[in-house]
């Protein structure tokens, strides 16, 4: 009997485990997720490439970023925070003004993962409303905070007929502090792994110089391969 009972101890222990992992690596997929429709890449033969922005506006960066884009003629989409839509305004008018794409990345930046449907609600509608305050008229795309979602926000982001935006091309590493990427590093590597269809995330607000050096050098060289760069929104019009 006891041996037949620390059996089934064993089994339901594994599957907890299982479970949990599999939670874990749903949770952090950027392909797969339990509804609605999530969008890493678009698949397309056209040499077609988003570039997109994440956590900003940061009033110091937005000048720089802003110039970059403009002397290479292209548009992004920047993925902004509601709370600093709040706190820098200003910024959100100038990236709209410059004909960029504005798009949702949460209002305070939370894991959504354990909230509840009331919190997801407000921390997506919140700042869709902080961007149509703007004056943004534009269809607003969402990313999760840290790309991480599980059954409450793919739930919530179907029910409103809504994508989740994800990347397939993100070279920055912050595992640690000590890691330092110079804007070459950033260039060849981001390079490297485009494709027809990719989406770029990089983070270049917050004072972070290297990312920021690395904008135009990547708009460059993928030019210089053929590439157009697109927003999101454009992006999604080539899906096949
Ligand atoms: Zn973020």
């Keep these: 009997m006891v041996r037949r009972a620390l059996g089934f101890l064993a089994i339901a222990l594994a599957l907890v485990l299982l479970l949990g992992l599999g939670g874990y690596k749903l949770m952090n997929s950027r392909t797969v997720q339990i509804a609605g429709e999530l969008t890493a890449r678009v698949e397309t033969p056209e040499k077609v490439v988003a570039l997109t922005f994440d956590d900003g506006p940061t009033p110091a960066d937005t000048e720089r970023i802003l110039a970059d884009l403009a002397a290479e003629d292209v548009r992004a989409t920047f993925f902004v925070i509601g709370e600093n839509i709040e706190k820098d305004p200003e910024s959100i008018t100038r990236i709209a003004a410059a004909g960029h794409e504005l798009a949702n990345h949460s209002w305070s930046h939370p894991r959504l993962v354990l909230m509840s449907s009331d919190e997801i609600a407000a921390e997506i509608e919140k700042t869709d409303a902080a961007l149509r305050a703007s004056g943004y008229a534009g269809e607003i795309q969402f990313r999760p905070p840290y790309g991480k979602k599980l059954v409450g926000l793919p739930r919530y982001l179907a029910a409103h007929d809504r994508r989740t935006i994800m990347w397939d091309v993100a070279v920055e590493d912050y595992s640690s502090p000590e890691v330092r990427q110079s804007a070459e590093d950033l260039t ?44 999101v929104n454009e992006l999604l019009a080539y899906e096949s």
């Design 188 to 231: 060849r590597l981001t390079v490297e792994k485009v494709q027809p269809g990719s989406i770029i995330l990089l983070h270049p607000w917050q004072g972070r110089l290297d990312t920021q050096a690395a904008i135009g050098p990547v708009i460059r060289e993928l030019k210089g391969q053929g590439y157009r760069f697109v927003t």
